[in-house]
């Protein structure tokens, strides 16, 4: 039988969790939450990471999900170069986390990147695609990277987690699983889709909806929730993309020594509850039959 925990904020740890009412509509009767102190926006009730993990694996990607579509071979693109500026990437070693079917990977491996890659992916048939094209993998979640041996020998230089942190079961787990693989000073690219506190760029129930299990889709992040978390896991941001007009909230940190403080940057939750409110308005008038 499959069991849910209800979860405090991941970011700043509250208990405070504020039901965004309007969206519950859109998800078969159950809202998602924001943070009465730091507005992260997030699923409250969820399973194990072992769980969405297989949902991800076993339902989603192939019969749901590809990368392989010009839309997602763009955005890879779009991240290499903003990634490459910032830390060139020729000789460094990088490993992406949730690597799909290797596709960022085969593209940065290239010319004019040419930079060294490993890909960990829970998906045993996307590794065979990745094996396949000669990028080396380790076949689990983070979680089983972490436990295992090659974990205690490895260091890379660049990390980076590219729509994955959104769908996994603890994001500073997973943010702080990278803190461990990178050498000193290393940098992290983390990218999820800009939707939180920017113009609506798409009828809310494209955005929300019941055609998977919501915990498959945790947490929604803002700049500033996406700063934080980095923030909370040692990484300084040195690196935003103009997120407002862009499908894309990228950002890229360095790896800071343990123990340094990086200032949390807080939404409010009552202008993140509006928000919803006046995106189901907007949708509600012009887009309801899109």
């Known amino acids: ?12 740890g509250s208990e405070d969790a504020r039901p965004i009412d309007v969206t519950a509509q859109y998800l078969g009767g159950t809202p998602l939450h924001t943070c009465g102190n730091c507005g992260f926006v997030f699923v409250k009730s969820r399973r194990s990471a072992e769980d969405i993990a297989k949902d991800w694996s076993d339902d989603l990607f192939g019969d749901h999900y590809t990368a392989r579509i010009p839309y997602m071979k763009s955005r890879h693109f779009f991240l290499s170069e903003n990634l490459d500026i910032q830390v060139p990437l020729a000789g460094k070693k990088v490993c992406d986390i949730g690597a799909g079917e290797g596709q960022f990977l085969e593209i940065i491996r290239d010319a004019p990147y040419n930079a060294d890659v490993f890909g960990i992916e829970p998906s045993k048939t996307n590794c065979q695609i990745m094996s396949r094209n000669a990028i080396p993998n380790f076949a689990g979640t983070i979680e089983d990277y972490i436990a295992s041996e090659q974990f205690q ?3 890379f230089d660049v990390v980076t987690v590219m729509w994955t942190l959104e769908n996994c079961e603890d994001p500073k787990r997973m943010l702080k699983a990278a803190y461990d693989l990178l050498k000193p ?15 609506f760029k798409k009828p ?3 955005y929300l909806g019941t ?17 934080s978390i980095l923030g909370k896991c040692g990484f300084q941001t ?3 993309n103009r ?5 894309t909230l990228c950002s890229i940190a360095r790896k800071e ?34």
């Open 243 to 247: 997120f407002i007009d862009h499908d």
């Open 257 to 290: 020594p343990e123990g340094r403080e990086i200032p949390l940057k807080r939404d409010n939750a009552d202008d993140v509850i509006n928000f919803f409110e006046r995106w189901h308005q907007d949708t509600q008038q012009f887009y309801k039959d899109a």
């Open 238 to 240: 040195i690196f935003e």
């Open 211 to 227: 055609s998977v299990a919501l915990d498959t889709h945790c947490f929604r992040f803002s700049a500033n929730a996406q700063h």
């Open 185 to 199: 000073g290393g940098h992290i690219l983390l990218s999820t889709s800009s939707r939180i506190l920017v113009p």
């Open 153 to 155: 020998n490895e260091s």
């Open 204 to 206: 809310l129930h494209y």
């Open 1 to 12: 039988m499959t069991t849910h925990k209800d979860y405090p904020c991941d970011i700043c």
